[in-house]
């Protein structure tokens, strides 16, 4: 202990001449240094939504890839879309054309509009929502596939029900001479829930009958128009 500096004991006095030795460092001074504290986050960096990667800038939450797909829809649009803008406006212009050159204009006490005014607003407005719907895609508007029907496109069609569908169209139009609207229309009724996979036939067949002959009625009394009777001619 009295010949070990780095043990804590005085050093031997030496004689004169003998130059000194060094301190030999202690376990203090053998410690590695501390590391350097690390600077504070900047502003920028702790911003609300800020994400760092390790090999990148701090980038924001809406750098995502859904707002990726945004801004290229932006920049690309959906050319395929003119196709519906220039068909909306085909049946605009064709609809305004037919109505200035081809329908009448005879006006009496019971229609003192005419015919013309009715399918000319319909043409416009088909215009102004073509020229919306052609802005609209210009500026990269498109719709988003979550927000349509939960359709699995994987799945093949259901021909079954297209075709029991069609089935019931198809009767309807070959029986309304015959039968009468009450009871054809009774049978697309039915005809269609079945189809649609409704099997409570009794409630499904009141409803039908309720249904045709309120539509019957309506279109009779409200509309003056009167639809087939058929074999119930004289009865309804």
């Given amino acids: ?134 802005v609209d895609v210009a500026r990269g508007g498109a719709g988003e596939p979550e927000a349509g029907e939960d359709v699995d496109l994987s799945l093949p069609i259901d021909w079954r029900t297209v075709l029991l569908l069609v089935g019931a169209f198809l009767v309807n139009a070959v029986l309304i001479d015959r039968l009468g609207w009450v009871i054809s229309g009774t049978i697309l009724f039915w005809g269609s829930a079945y189809a649609l996979g409704n099997r409570h036939y009794v409630r499904n067949l009141l409803i039908a009958v309720a249904l045709s002959l309120i539509t019957f009625y309506t279109f009779a009394i409200g509309l003056g128009v009167d639809l087939p009777a058929g074999v119930l001619q004289g009865i309804l």
């Avoid at 797909?69 to 803008?85: I, L």
Wanted: avoid cysteine.
């Fill in 1 to 134: 202990m009295t010949t070990r500096p780095d043990r804590g004991g005085d050093p031997p006095p030496r004689p004169p001449g003998v130059p000194a030795i060094p301190a030999q460092p202690g376990p203090e001074a053998a410690a590695p240094p501390e590391a350097a504290p690390t600077p504070p986050a900047t502003a920028d960096a702790t911003a609300a939504g800020a994400e760092r990667t390790p090999d990148g800038p701090a980038t924001t939450a809406g750098t995502g890839p859904a707002a990726a797909a945004e801004t290229d829809a932006a920049r690309h649009p959906d050319r395929a879309q003119y196709g519906v803008v220039a068909f909306l406006a085909l049946v605009g212009g064709f609809v305004i054309f037919d109505a200035t050159t081809r329908v009448g204009s005879a006006i009496n006490t019971a229609d003192p509009i005419g015919p013309k005014p009715v399918p000319i607003l319909l043409g416009v407005l088909l215009l102004v929502i073509a020229v919306i719907y052609a």
